[in-house]
């Protein structure tokens, strides 16, 4: 039996890695994909374009547009002259954030009257704009308020102290990357576990399977384990890549990271062997893949917290092997996370796992029959 399965391994590693497209998939998809994301995905705001319409030009104002730049967070790169060329330069998106200081900007300052200052965000991008208008705020606080100052009638001031644990920077892409990792484990392995067997029925040869000594077991397994490797493979290429090119941190046991990845395995190639079962050529493989892909990111929660969605929909994310693998490789790469933390996800991946697998190994039992 396990000779037989050995050359069954040994056939699909041939096959992969002959076919062009599956040798992209294995060696180049994983790694663009997470450059991809690694660059592309952030929800950090920074340099945001913004105007000034300084009708005070006082050294006050000055000051208060040169703490604005060297916050990081914003890049002044208009300074327009009249109402109109202010507006335009928002309708025809040219900045995201617009600052108006009106006259009297620095008397008031200086005589202790609220001094007037309007900040305008563009509200199309309802992220960016909540956080610009936040940053903003909060640098126009800091520098009118005098850091000594006593609220009258209490003997000191407060002293806030805050901290961020496991990410101390906020670097979205140490929160992003290890999600990022997950996704493209799963999307590789479900595109070659899809494909694998109407890959046979297609090009003939899964007659001549049939005909061989191979039970449906030992077939299973001969399509699955090498899948499997890859998988194992990819997640070690990303990880090294998220690692030294990304300098993502992994402050958990890298034995646990590999143990998890296993039960999430058991079902990502359950779903995909399942899907090459109903599929009856390669197109309607792919096309499945990505028909059940795409929601699984979406309900996960790497895009959009769970918590935020609505109470049914809750109840279907429990079905989505990536929501419990997300909050695993994320407590093991920033949080140093062990068994005693995620056993709460750990637990219904692998049930969720095993039940998976074994609906799709009989359905391809009975599939061969």
Partial sequence: MIERIRHMIIKEFIQVLRDKRLRAIVFITPVMQLLL??????????????????????????????????????????????????QDLLDREKVICAIQINRGFARDFRSGLPANVQVIVDGTDSNTATIAADYAGRIIRIYTTNPGSRIPGTDGTIDLRARAWYNPDLRSRNYNLPGVIAI??????????????????????????????????????????????IGFFDMALVTLTALFWFDIPVKGSILLLVVNTAIYLLSVLGIGLFISTISRTQQQALMATFLFYVPAVLLSGFMFPIENMPRVIQYITYLDPLRYFLVIIRGVFLKNSGIENLWPSMLPLLLLGLTVISTSSFRFKKRLE
């Avoid at 995905?41 to 604005?68: G, K, W």
């Fill in 37 to 86: 994301f690694g660059y592309a995905v952030t929800t950090d705001v920074n340099n945001i374009s913004t105007a000034v319409y300084d009708l005070d030009r006082s050294p006050e104002s000055r000051e208060l547009m040169r703490r604005f730049t060297s916050s990081g967070y914003f890049s002044i790169r208009y300074y327009p002259e009249s109402v109109h060329a202010f």
């Fill in 184 to 229: 493209v484990i799963m999307l590789t392995c479900l595109l070659l576990t899809s494909m694998a067997v109407v890959r046979e029925r297609e090009i003939g040869t899964m007659e001549q399977l049939m005909v061989t000594p191979l039970t449906p077991l030992e077939l299973m397994l001969g399509k699955t384990i090498p899948f499997a490797a």
